[in-house]
């Protein structure tokens, strides 16, 4: 199919349900996936920032297209979607029939229907739920010199949906910001600390639009930690007027390969160290993003994990979801519903998302959402295998959660196995005891643990 005429095509669609077409970044995100490139390509050939290609302009453009098409859209199934869609508007322009059922659309209206909640929630989206008071404390704190934040919390908890948030209260500062997602990186590059250097040091450059100049920085005989300290201070950090903000997400990444994390962790510790005494670093703002689901045994006086500003996401409370179903336009006034959907899943962000999403659509009422959420087939099912695929490498892991679901009462678990689990939110720790997070995790690997018997 013609680029260009699909194009027009959705661009036309848009402006009729969105009352916005596409914008330049959205047209070269665009023709990019028509011509197999990853986001990195796309942005840097047109003079963007990856990290605002792929954390901000990519969900944003997704989301506007999965109400358009009616199907949720990803970079991966994007040209297929759209190529059936535009055929498809083709077709009805062309038979009056259709033609006349166009004009007398469903009762209900897509255009404010929300986008299936998958992801970081774009900026503009009326579905993010606002942390006010830590969202503040994040403002507040980049605004310092040589700061570094570390936000952190189990996976699918909004910790991207933030630092899209902390990102451009930075750019409304007049930061300079470089956004960089490590999920991007090749994983030759993560088992080599040098190579990884290289990758960061180009990357950054990149983004602040200018050349890479890395050799004339890398010396062998120095090190490759101390070629890249000597290439932000002397190179990076010199050409900037305002602070940069380096926001690095998805850390959990470099976890995975130790030795870049042993080499590469400590490095972030110094920069901020060397903040207290050289005023040029103090224009370095570090934001620190990672999973709590891998740990990796650092020293404490080299991991940046022990410094800085913790940001720590926690489940939504009652008052938040009530609000959030508000979002959705469900009217649960008396509590009740809040309720039963705490006991399912805990407040836990992404749940609640996915539960209130389905619901608003009338899909499935309540009552039938939650006998059917913990089964292999329900709306939880890939959250559910993700655990569940886990559990089954770590068996020790996989038997103290089980202790615990079956439990009657709060238990104490060996410390070790007890963080663990902690870290991947499915238990919830008071003192040295402890509690399955929510009725999912215990209703769903009861059955399985049941079904294995």
Not at 165 to 193: F, G, K, M, P
Not at 292 to 302: A, F, H, K, R, S
């Amino acid at each position: 199919m013609n680029l260009d005429y699909m194009l027009e095509t959705v661009d036309t669609q848009l402006i009729e349900s969105q009352n916005r077409p596409l914008n330049a970044a959205e047209i070269i995100i665009l023709r990019g996936i028509w011509q197999h490139k990853t986001y990195n390509q796309i942005a840097i050939e047109a003079g963007y920032s990856p990290g605002y290609f792929t954390n901000v302009v990519a969900p944003e453009l997704f989301c506007r297209l999965s109400e358009v098409v009616g199907e949720h859209m990803t970079k991966k199934n994007c040209r297929v979607l759209l190529e059936s869609y535009v055929t498809t508007q083709t077709t009805q322009q062309t038979e009056p029939v259709k033609q006349e059922l166009t004009e007398n659309p469903d009762p209900v209206n897509q255009d404010n229907s929300p986008c299936y909640p998958s992801g970081s929630v774009p900026l503009d989206s009326p579905f993010y739920l606002k942390r006010s008071s830590l969202e503040e404390q994040v403002y507040r704190e980049i605004e310092k010199p040589g700061a570094l934040i570390r936000i952190k919390a189990p996976r699918e908890m909004g910790k991207t949906s933030l630092l899209l948030r902390v990102i451009d209260y930075a750019n409304h500062l007049d930061y300079h910001t470089v956004s960089l997602n490590l999920e991007q990186v090749d994983q030759a590059i993560l088992r080599d600390s040098n190579q990884f250097l290289r990758w960061l040091c180009a990357n950054i450059a990149r983004q602040l639009r200018r050349k890479p100049m890395l050799d004339e920085f890398w010396d062998e005989d120095l090190g490759s930690k101390i070629s890249c300290t000597l290439y932000f201070e002397e190179y990076l950090l010199e050409s900037i007027n305002t602070p940069l903000i380096l926001a690095l997400d998805e850390v959990n990444q470099i976890l995975e390969h130790p030795q870049v994390a042993k080499d590469f962790l400590p490095l972030l510790r110094s920069w901020y160290e060397e903040a207290k005494r050289l005023p040029i670093w103090q224009k370095l703002r570090l934001l620190v993003v990672h999973s709590t689901e891998i740990y990796v045994p650092l020293e404490l006086n080299q991991s940046p994990f022990n410094v800085g500003l913790p940001i720590h996401l926690e489940h939504f409370t009652p008052e938040e979801v009530q609000q959030l179903a508000q979002c959705y336009g469900l009217d649960w006034g008396d509590g009740e519903e809040i309720s039963q959907l705490m006991v399912m899943v805990g407040g836990h962000p992404a749940l609640v998302q996915l539960a209130l999403y389905h619901l608003s659509r009338g899909e499935i009422t309540l009552p039938q959402l939650l006998e059917s959420s913990p089964i292999a087939m329900g709306i939880y099912r890939n959250h559910l295998q993700r655990h569940w695929a886990s559990l089954e490498q770590q068996p020790e892991l996989a038997q103290a959660l089980d202790t615990v679901v079956n439990a009657t009462e709060p238990v104490a678990l060996d410390p070790i196995l007890s963080h663990k689990l902690s870290s991947m939110g499915l238990i919830t720790v008071s003192g040295d005891r402890a509690v399955v997070s929510c009725d999912l995790y215990r209703q769903c690997f009861t059955k399985i643990r049941d079904s294995q018997i």
